[in-house]
């Protein structure tokens, strides 16, 4: 059985699709299928944006095949950990949560390194190319911990 991961963040467009990929360039793709969500449906079907896409590719990932999709309540049954990019997020996501079990899913993603300092990755939508660089290399940070964990289940 693979293991399996959703990345959710606004828009689906920024951190979580910078997340999805950071996360499967460093695990078994036969084992552990990463994917990426936002609570919001503005951006369902619209790439990455090209910022996000921007950093990606000077670090060597390609998430130009991503496609934004809205967080549902099924993504409880379908995914075994929920990555959240802030506390927003958390919100919004535990909303639709059905019982215990799903909201101990969830968890924000800076948790990982900062363990319950409820510390939020920064939305750079309304930003420069400097806050994506920046939220890159939080998440990259995130996600080796991730990364190390779930290799080892």
């Known amino acids: 059985m693979k293991t399996r991961v959703l990345m959710v963040c606004l828009g689906n467009i920024c951190r979580s699709p910078l997340a999805e990929g950071i996360l499967k360039s460093k695990v078994d793709p036969n084992k552990i299928?990463?994917?990426?969500?936002?609570t919001g449906?503005?951006?369902?079907?619209h790439s990455?944006?090209?910022?996000?896409?921007?950093?990606?590719?000077?670090?060597?990932l390609d998430i130009t095949d991503?496609?934004?999709?809205?967080?549902e309540p099924a993504d409880f049954d379908r995914f075994d950990h929920i990555y959240v990019m802030d506390t927003s997020n958390y919100d919004d996501v535990i909303a639709q949560a059905r019982n215990d079990e799903d909201i101990q899913k969830v968890k924000l993603i800076l948790d990982e390194i900062f363990p319950g300092e409820k510390v939020d990755i920064p939305d750079p939508y309304h930003g420069g190319a400097h806050g994506f660089e920046n939220?890159?290399?939080?998440?990259?940070e995130a996600c080796e911990v991730i990364a190390s964990k779930l290799n080892k289940e």
């Open 66 to 71: 991503q496609r934004g999709r809205q967080f």
């Open 135 to 140: 939220v890159f290399q939080m998440l990259d």
């Open 48 to 60: 990455p944006d090209p910022r996000s896409i921007s950093v990606g590719k000077r670090y060597g």
């Open 41 to 45: 449906s503005w951006h369902v079907d």
């Open 33 to 38: 299928i990463i994917e990426s969500a936002g």
